[in-house]
C-alpha cells in the first residue's frame, strides 16, 4: 500500500484536504453564527435594559401612557409574575413529581405508562397558546367566569407539569435497584420505599426539576394574555385579573410610547436573567449530581 | 419529612405484617399508589380536556364555514351588510407552514455545522463552553426574542437589506416579486430567521448527542482507512444517524409551528396570503394572540379556537412523527 501511491493522486489528495478545511471552516462559521446571535441578543438587552433601570422601576406601579420618563415601574407586575408562578409550580410539583414517581416505579414498562409517557411528551412541546385557550374554555369561560389570576396559574401549571414529570422519571430510573431491595429487606412497602429513600436519593435530581420547570413557564406570555389578562395596578386578589411582566413587556413593547418601551426592555432584561439562572443553577446542580455517579 | 416518614415505619413496622407477612401493607401504601397514578392521570385528563375544549369551542365555527373555513382567505370579524362577518384561515395557515418551513431550511444547515463542529473539530474543554452557550439560546424567553426581533432586527433588516434589494430589482421580474414587501423589516422572513435562532438550539444539542452515541469503531475505521474528517463526517457519520436526525428535525418543526410571541412581534400580522418573501402575514398562533382578547363576537372566538385546533392537530402530527423516528430518548 505504502508504495503503491501513484504520483497522480497528489492533486486528488490536494482536492480532499482543500474540502476537508472548507468544511471546518464552514461548522466554525456555523457555530460563530449561533454564538453571535447570543451575544447579540444579550447585549441589546443589558444595552437597552441597564440604562432603564432605576428605583422606581421596582417600587412603583405601571404608568399610564403619556407619563414623563423615568416615571412608574413594574411593581404590580414583579408581584404578580411571582404568585402566577408560585401557584403554577405549587400545582405542577405536585403533579408532576407524583405521576414522574408512578411512571417510574409502578407504571415502568406497562402500555398504559407508555402511553402517559407519550401524552407528557406531546404536553411538553404543545403550543404554550393552545394551553392558554384550553384554560380561557375551562376556567375563564365556564368555572370561575372571567379572567383571573388562577386560571394564569393553572395555564404556567399544565406547562411546567411536563417538564417535571419528565426529570422526575429521568431521575428516579438512575437509583439503584439495591437501594430499593436493600429498603424492602428492612420491611418497608413499596410506597416508604419510595417516599423516604429514593426521592431522598434524588433530591438534587428533583430540585433541578423543578428549576427547569419554572424557567420553562418564568417568561411565558401566550398562555397568561387571556387567562389573567393583565392588571394595570397592583392586586394580590386570586379572583381578579393579574399583571405579570410578560403581558406587561407584550403590551408596552407594542406601543409608540418611550416611556412604556423603556419599561418593557427593563421587564425583558428581568425576565431573562430569572430564566437563564434558573437553566443555569439547573444544570449546574444535574451536572453535579451525575458526576457522582 | 423522611425522618418523620422512617419513624413511622418503625413504629407501624409490626403492625404491618400482613396474614403472608407482606411488608409494607397498612402504610398507605396503597394511598401512596392511587395519588401517583391519579396524577398520571391527571396528565392523560388535560390533554384530553385540551382536545375536547378546542372541539367544542371550534365547533360553531367549522359548521357554519365547512371546508371553506381551510380555504378561504378571508377574515372580516366586523361584519356589515355588504360585507358580512367572515373568517377563513388559509392566510394563517399559509404562514405558520412557510415560515416554520423556512426556518427549518435556515436552521438545519447551522444545526448541522455547529453538532459536527462541537464532536469533531473543537477542543473537548471548549466544546463544553460552547455547548452550553448554544443550549443557553433555548432558555430565552420566546418574548424578548419577539422583542429583540422588533427593535434590533426589524429595523437593520429593512434598512441594510430590504431597501436596497428593493431599489436595485426590477420590480417586475422574478426576484423583485420574490423581494417585494413594505421595507419596515416586519415580514415573513425575518420571522423565520427568529424562528430558525429559536429552534437552532434544540436542534443542534439532539444532533449532537446523536453524533456522540456513534460507536467510535465506526470513526477510528474510516480514519484509519486514510479519510479525511469531512469524508468521515459525509460518508460514515451523517448516514448513521440519518433517521434519528429527520426526528430531530421534526421536534424543532414542532416548536416553530406554536412558536407565538417571537413571530407576533415580528410578522405584520396580515390575514391576506402572502404574496412574497418580504410579504407581512401572520401565523395561527399570532393571529389568536393578537385577536383573542379583543374578540367580542362569539363566531370570532370561535373561529380562533377553531384556528388553535388546526395548529394542535398540525403540531401533534409533527410531534408524533418526530418520537416514532427519535425513539423516546431524545424527544
Not at chain 1, 388562577?150 to 395555564?155: D, F, P, Q, R, Y
Not at chain 2, 404562514?95 to 418551513?101: D, E, H, P, S, V
Not at chain 2, 455547548?131 to 418574548?143: F, H, M, N, T
Request: neutral net charge; hydrophobic residues 55%; aromatic residues 8%.
Amino acid at each position: 500500500m505504502a508504495n503503491g501511491v501513484p504520483m497522480a493522486s497528489a492533486p486528488r489528495h490536494l482536492r480532499r484536504k482543500l474540502t476537508n478545511y472548507i468544511f471546518v471552516g464552514l461548522t466554525s462559521i456555523a457555530t460563530a453564527l449561533a454564538l453571535a446571535a447570543l451575544v447579540m441578543i444579550l447585549w441589546s438587552l443589558v444595552a437597552k435594559g441597564l440604562g432603564g433601570i432605576n428605583l422606581a422601576a421596582i417600587t412603583q406601579d405601571q404608568p399610564g401612557g403619556g407619563a414623563d420618563m423615568g416615571q412608574g415601574g413594574l411593581r404590580n407586575g414583579l408581584v404578580g409574575s411571582l404568585i402566577l408562578c408560585a401557584i403554577g409550580m405549587a400545582i405542577a410539583l405536585v403533579i408532576g413529581i407524583l405521576s414522574g414517581t408512578w411512571l417510574a416505579e409502578y407504571g415502568d414498562a406497562s402500555r398504559l405508562a407508555g402511553t402517559v409517557r407519550f401524552i407528557n411528551d406531546v404536553l411538553l412541546s404543545a403550543p404554550s397558546i393552545l394551553v392558554g385557550l384550553f384554560v380561557y374554555e375551562l376556567l375563564v369561560s365556564h368555572l370561575v367566569g372571567h379572567f383571573s389570576a388562577i386560571a394564569g396559574g393553572v395555564a404556567l401549571a399544565v406547562l411546567a407539569t411536563p417538564v417535571i414529570t419528565r426529570t422526575t422519571e429521568d431521575i428516579l430510573r438512575l437509583q439503584s435497584n439495591q437501594l430499593r431491595e436493600a429498603g424492602m429487606a428492612l420491611g418497608a412497602g413499596k410506597g416508604l420505599v419510595i417516599r423516604a429513600i429514593i426521592w431522598r436519593a434524588s433530591r438534587t435530581g428533583l430540585v433541578t426539576g423543578g428549576l427547569l420547570g419554572f424557567a420553562r413557564i418564568s417568561g411565558e406570555t401566550a398562555p397568561l394574555l387571556f387567562t389573567s389578562l393583565g392588571n394595570p395596578f397592583l392586586s394580590v386578589n386570586l379572583g381578579q385579573p393579574m399583571a405579570s411582566l410578560p403581558t406587561i413587556i407584550f403590551n408596552f413593547a407594542l406601543s409608540a410610547d418611550d416611556n412604556w418601551r423603556r419599561l418593557a426592555w427593563v421587564a425583558a432584561l428581568i425576565i431573562a436573567v430569572f430564566v437563564l439562572s434558573a437553566n443555569i443553577i439547573g444544570r449546574a446542580l444535574a451536572a453535579r449530581g451525575s458526576s457522582h455517579k | 419529612m423522611a425522618d418523620a416518614l422512617m419513624a413511622a415505619m418503625v413504629e407501624q413496622a409490626p403492625r404491618s405484617k400482613g396474614p403472608r407477612g407482606a411488608p409494607g401493607s397498612g402504610n398507605g401504601d396503597g394511598l401512596f399508589h392511587a395519588l401517583c397514578f391519579s396524577a398520571a392521570m391527571v396528565l392523560m385528563a388535560t390533554l384530553a380536556g385540551l382536545l375536547v375544549a378546542l372541539l367544542i369551542g371550534g365547533w360553531p365555527a367549522f359548521s357554519r364555514f365547512g371546508f371553506s373555513f381551510f380555504t378561504s382567505s378571508v377574515w372580516n370579524p366586523s361584519g356589515t351588510p355588504d360585507n358580512p362577518e367572515a373568517y377563513g384561515a388559509a392566510g394563517p395557515i399559509a404562514g405558520t407552514l412557510i415560515t416554520a418551513f423556512i426556518a427549518m431550511l435556515l436552521a438545519f444547515p447551522l444545526a448541522v455545522g455547529i453538532a459536527v463542529f462541537l464532536v469533531e473539530f473543537c477542543p473537548r474543554r471548549l466544546a463544553h463552553w460552547v455547548g452550553i452557550a448554544v443550549e443557553l439560546l433555548a432558555g430565552i424567553p420566546s418574548i424578548v426574542y419577539g422583542m429583540w426581533g422588533l427593535f434590533v432586527l426589524a429595523p437593520w433588516f429593512a434598512e441594510h437589506i430590504q431597501t436596497p434589494l428593493l431599489l436595485d430589482l426590477d420590480p417586475d421580474g422574478f426576484w423583485g416579486k420574490l423581494f417585494s414587501g413594505v421595507p419596515n423589516g416586519a415580514n415573513i422572513f425575518t420571522a423565520s430567521l427568529i424562528l430558525a435562532i429559536m429552534v437552532l438550539p434544540y436542534i443542534a444539542t439532539v444532533f449532537r448527542e446523536l453524533l456522540l452515541s456513534i460507536p467510535p469503531y465506526l470513526r477510528e475505521a474510516a480514519y484509519g482507512m486514510g479519510c479525511t474528517p469531512f469524508e468521515v463526517v459525509r460518508n460514515i457519520m451523517l448516514p448513521y444517524i440519518r433517521r434519528s436526525a429527520v426526528g430531530a428535525v421534526m421536534l424543532g418543526l414542532g416548536r416553530a409551528l406554536g412558536e407565538t410571541m417571537a413571530v407576533t412581534f415580528i410578522i405584520g400580522n396580515s390575514h391576506a396570503l402572502p404574496h412574497s418573501l418580504f410579504d407581512s402575514g401572520s401565523t395561527i398562533a399570532s393571529t389568536i394572540a393578537n385577536e383573542f382578547t379583543e374578540a367580542t363576537g362569539d363566531l370570532h372566538v370561535s373561529a380562533l379556537i377553531a384556528l388553535g385546533l388546526i395548529l394542535f392537530l398540525i403540531t401533534f402530527a409533527t410531534l408524533a412523527a418526530a418520537r416514532l423516528l427519535l425513539g423516546r430518548e431524545k424527544l
